[in-house]
């Protein structure tokens, strides 16, 4: 089982900060990572998939890097609509997991 | 215009099972893989089911094996979820999300039915 670090859990920013939110893998997984938001009552969304391709209709501000081990996700000039939570998964091998999530919250 | 509707869901008794039922429309159901994820309350998501897009393979989280059977419908474009002996740290809301065949991320998801395991 690849096991997935994430961090922070909690990252408080204001509108306008440009944020960094880390995953790290226990292997190796190339680029076969995704990120998600999720926001209470609504559907979860893909953000970005392949470490750093991004999804269609996603804002430009969303930016994944990273290969093999170690991934980031950057949000430049946050918005209200962008406090969330986000999750990065691996889909390199089975069984697909999450890190522990990121709580984006208003300072 | 992708939909994935889902039903099914609610307030169980421990050792009971349950069905989950996601409708999807908008896109290539028999080109889809789907997933089942779920997320019990104040924790993380945990993937739990996968069946292929030919619905001739399947793949369960070893903490389920043995209490999941995930099904797909062609005729009705929906994929299934039951759940056997359900326990209480089943509690959580669970999502279907499709990966287009030959991708492992989730592209498009339900907005989640909420499992209450309780006595």
């Known amino acids: 089982v690849i096991r997935m670090t994430q961090s922070p859990s909690l990252l408080s920013a204001s509108t306008g900060d440009r944020i960094y939110i880390s995953c790290r893998m226990s292997q190796d997984i190339t680029t076969h990572l995704a990120w998600y938001q999720l926001k209470p009552g609504e559907a979860p969304k893909l953000l970005i998939y392949a470490a750093s391709a991004l999804q269609r209709g996603v804002p430009s501000r969303f930016n994944g890097s990273g290969s093999g081990t170690d991934f980031t996700l950057t949000i430049s000039c946050l918005q209200s609509e962008d406090f969330a939570t986000y999750y990065c998964q691996q889909y390199h091998s089975l069984p697909y997991t999450f890190g522990q999530g990121t709580n984006l919250e208003i300072k | 215009q992708v939909q994935l509707v889902q039903s099914g869901g609610g307030v169980m008794q421990p050792g009971r099972s349950l069905r989950l039922s996601c409708a999807t429309s908008?896109?290539?159901?028999?080109?889809?893989?789907m997933h089942w994820v779920r997320q019990s309350p104040g924790k993380g998501l945990e993937w739990v089911a996968l069946i292929s897009y030919h619905g001739r393979t399947t793949y369960y989280a070893d903490s389920l094996r043995g209490r999941l059977t995930v099904s797909k419908d062609f005729s009705s474009n929906s994929v299934f979820l039951h759940v056997a002996s359900l326990r209480l740290e089943d509690t959580a809301t669970y999502y279907c999300?499709?990966?287009?065949?030959?991708?492992?991320?989730?592209?498009?998801w339900g907005h989640g039915s909420v499992v209450i395991v309780a006595s």
């Open positions: 999300a499709r990966s287009a065949a030959g991708f492992n991320f989730f592209d498009f």
């Open positions: 908008g896109f290539n159901f028999m080109n889809s893989a």
